[in-house]
């Protein structure tokens, strides 16, 4: 068996601590996978007082950053003290020193992937990544190896279990929003903040992580156009569940050629026939790639309808496989510590040295797709109103998604209550494809009717 | 960029006529992805008066299989004949000549993996198969590599599309199983003759490779019990549905900690909580596995139930991380031919000979857990007779379910007709856990009752 992998843990925290009880509880495990043992030599932490996993020997406990980076007993430096600003510095001072380094911090890639890569790259070192997006759920690797044949052509994921979990409690459970939202944080699943999980943030990072390795772009996050769970009422749920529909937060990355088929209803569908790929030849490579976080309405029979929980799962669309799925546990301390872990073991074995090399993330070489700006992206809407009960209404808000070319597919005006209390009604009203820019200037004209109560709620459909 | 690596196919009919598509009409991105070129050099077919893809130049194409196993110019064979005979010798010729070796044949592996694998390390070369278990699923990348960190405790499966196909068109169109498979047959889905997939064997094919990676155990075929679909009637698809199940036809492996726990109602499901693993210091390694391929009765909010048609999906339990689904095409030529191309990207890239080399495969070191006999194995069981409408049955049935220690959890009798015909009636019992040794002792007592139509049917219930 060759030489030791040394590796030093920035953070022990919740992951943290699951890596070190891997490393630790299962070292005999690992080292037969690895084909060399990994040896824990540095554990980084803030507070050394706090009471650790007593596997953890005393002595490799420490708050001196700098003095784990410089070990040379050490090869491989895990960050996971997660934000932008200390982590930064302490994986471009690991990569400067000459090690490897391991994160699972999503919104450090999402926002600085070139300076780290390149930094790896002049330091010929290798970055992994697998607990950055979907915790346990191997879509990294899917995406980088196991699909290598493939150019992706679309990826709908459910990437944060937070709001996943808050919509299974409100669709299965008949919960309002804060009541589901006040559920998770009890529960440990949300944050006292919720804001980054809830307003899409969370997801668009991960999906800008995803959109680099499938399709080159570096997305900024405002090019990532995000719309959060919180404006969904208990409802829209309803109304949704009454027209075949669940909804989801959904991380959504669409080229333009798959966008063009799910619009003509071509694409492959998991509808008991056998699945076919889109014959190979005929897709002349696409260009631009649409991505955004919001919520849609998807078929219940879809696959990602049916993805309950705090579960993640991501359905990428391959132009030789077809889709594939992947799902499992998002987050949580063990899941993953199994990510990281097996980034470990993969630059124990070597693998992960000579992915980096061939995939060239976040390069100048690696561009690929152009961003789509997101009015230009097509989609059926669900549009959800509260209007007056009064004659004419229908009419001013049918003219204004005329005016737009927004043709309307189906309208359910809910009964009024006949005690003349003259309560708003809602109206809910699908349409046909159209582009969000224009949608979005017919919702504007909308909202300013004086027969509405403003603002107009709206989602995308899944098809 | 490196040099090329060569490539000889061996077999070009479905999937080596899409593997040669993808090639050469993708070939700038294949040499992208792989960071060096993958090139064609041979093509060889039993008749070349064949019409074949036209991007495939005709001077490449041969009946030799000798010439295209010792041209220096290629560096991999890929084996696409299917088979066990000739299939083997092309495998055992090409590793002698110094070629690594992709292959999709099952069959192969579970019946000579060790004789295959010695000689590959004999000539330190590498054998690569992700297209050999679920088509375009990308589970033994998942098995061995992503999921490293974990010891597997139980795997569940649908890995074998024709199968559910035909369940999926009885559940859900009430087809009987003829037409139904009839129906499979008409589309190309099931072979005119059907045996190994309605049989259970095909999975289990795939089971014992999967159970090779996951638990160093290289079952021998009779060690993998089975039961196909074939006694499944339209009348068991109603009842399972009448009682919240769904019948698919599963591949399992459970090692007997998690069968423990599964008894306990202590896994981990997709219930809406957060998803948890079993904290891995509270397994002490179990070391035995049973394997078993036969339809189950799923709850129909199980993952593994909403799989339907052709697709495959294997769901993994690992003891870091928790579980995890892997879904999509489980067959077909181009899904086939993306899990084939990426193992020639990962030889190009380099990263399969090091996988190779570290997960000694079907060897003496990897040797691992020991396989559980079936009659041991404990389970709950659906029970379906058609009894005559006689006092005194139900005393005799119920009385041997106790001599043998099975109690019984439901009972339900269907009514009988009241037109004094003397048919005979549906009786549905389901059973709390029980030995398979002894549920079966059980059967054969009660198929010997002359008031039961003989023979009884009975499945495994998933919970």
Redesign the interface.
């Known amino acids: 068996m060759s030489e030791p992998l040394g590796v030093a843990l920035i953070g022990c925290g919740t992951v943290g601590g699951g890596v070190a009880?891997?490393l630790l509880?299962?070292a005999e495990?690992?080292a037969q996978?690895?084909?060399r043992p990994i040896a824990l030599r540095r554990v980084v932490v803030r507070d050394p007082s706090k009471p650790r996993d007593p596997l953890i020997p005393r002595d490799i406990i420490t708050t001196d950053i700098s003095s784990a980076l410089h070990d040379s007993s050490v090869q491989v430096v895990v960050e996971l003290i997660g934000g932008t600003t200390v982590a930064k510095k302490v994986v471009l001072d690991a990569l400067a020193a000459g090690k490897h380094v391991v994160t699972a911090n999503k919104a450090l890639l999402a926002d600085s992937g070139s300076e780290v890569f390149e930094a790896a790259r002049k330091a010929e070192r290798t970055v992994c990544f697998?607990a950055a997006v979907a915790g346990?759920?191997?879509v990294i690797?899917?995406l980088g190896?196991?699909?290598?044949?493939?150019?992706v052509t679309a990826i709908q994921a459910i990437l944060n279990?937070t709001s996943n979990?808050i919509l299974?409690?409100m669709a299965?459970r008949g919960l309002s929003y804060s009541s589901a939202l006040a559920e998770a944080q009890k529960?440990?699943?949300a944050e006292a903040d919720p804001t980054l999980d809830v307003d899409g943030s969370d997801a668009a990072h991960k999906l800008a992580i995803l959109a680099q390795i499938s399709f080159g772009v570096a997305a900024k996050p405002h090019e990532i156009a995000r719309q959060g769970i919180d404006t969904i009422d208990a409802m829209d749920i309803r109304f949704a569940n009454e027209l075949g529909y669940t909804i989801k937060l959904l991380a959504e990355a669409w080229t333009s050629e798959e966008a063009r088929n799910a619009e003509r209803g071509m694409r492959n569908k998991?509808?008991?026939?056998?699945?076919?790929?889109v014959?190979?030849?005929a897709l002349r490579a696409p260009r631009s790639v649409a991505l955004h976080v919001a919520p849609v309405l998807l078929r219940h029979?879809d696959?990602l309808a049916?993805?309950?929980?705090?579960?993640n799962?991501v359905l990428v669309y391959?132009d030789?496989?077809?889709?594939?799925?992947?799902?499992?546990?998002g987050?949580?301390r063990?899941?993953t510590?199994?990510?990281v872990?097996?980034d470990l073991?993969?630059l124990g074995?070597?693998?992960a040295q000579?992915?980096f090399?061939?995939a060239r993330l976040w390069s100048r070489e690696g561009r690929g797709f152009t961003v789509e700006p997101p009015e230009r992206v097509r989609s059926r809407f669900y549009l959800r109103l509260l209007v007056a009960d009064k004659p004419g209404v229908l009419a001013d808000i049918t003219r204004i998604l005329a005016d737009e070319e927004i043709s309307i597919s189906s309208l359910v005006q809910h009964e009024a209550q006949e005690d003349g209390s003259g309560a708003p009604v809602p109206l809910v009203i699908v349409t046909h494809y159209a582009a969000t820019g224009r949608f979005r200037k017919a919702l504007e004209k909308i909202n300013r009717l004086t027969t509405t109560s403003a603002p107009a709620v709206f989602f995308s459909m899944g098809d």
Do not use: C, K, W
């Open positions: 009880h891997v509880a299962h495990r690992v996978r690895a084909a697998e346990g759920v191997p690797r899917a190896e196991s699909l290598a044949a493939n150019q279990g979990f299974t409690a299965e529960l440990g699943y998991n509808n008991g026939q056998e699945p076919s790929s014959p190979s030849s029979t696959l049916q993805v309950r929980g705090a579960y799962a391959g030789v496989v077809g889709e594939t799925l992947y799902q499992g546990p987050a949580g063990m899941p510590a199994s990510s872990v097996a073991i993969d074995v070597g693998r000579r992915t090399a061939a």
